[in-house]
């Protein structure tokens, strides 16, 4: 099977909420990871740090799209949980905070996108 097969298939059989968590997961691990390396290694904070702030800038511009169909209540706190993960994470480089809750608001986010959570809801 071709590569772009492959990759079709996969595209069809993942929901986009199914793509968001598992794009949570990754920048989560990152973040966990980052958070248990040395200090003074700075690549892997900054990584994972920027990945999250990527991840989250990301949210908030298709949460400012007028043609997003999320209630604009929820699209506010995305939004307002946008701009905290920015100025967390210049805290936790300057040494001011930790990571922890950076992950723990991608956990939240992640048990809010888990198959079955919207059922429940």
């Known amino acids: ?63 400012g799209d007028s043609a997003n169909a999320l209630p604009q209540a929820v699209r506010a706190q995305i939004i307002s949980l946008s701009l905290f993960v920015n100025r967390h994470s210049s805290l936790v480089m300057r040494g001011e905070e930790s990571f922890e809750d950076l992950i723990d608001i991608n956990r939240m986010m992640m048990q809010g996108l888990a198959p079955g959570a919207q059922q429940a809801a």
């Open 1 to 63: 099977m071709s590569l772009q097969a492959y990759a079709a298939a996969a595209t069809r059989a993942e929901t986009p909420r199914d793509l968001e968590y598992r794009l949570f997961g990754q920048v989560t691990r990152a973040l966990v990871q980052a958070s248990k390396s040395d200090e003074r290694d700075l690549a892997t904070r900054i990584d994972a740090l920027d990945w999250n702030r990527r991840l989250w800038s990301a949210l908030a511009a298709d949460c």
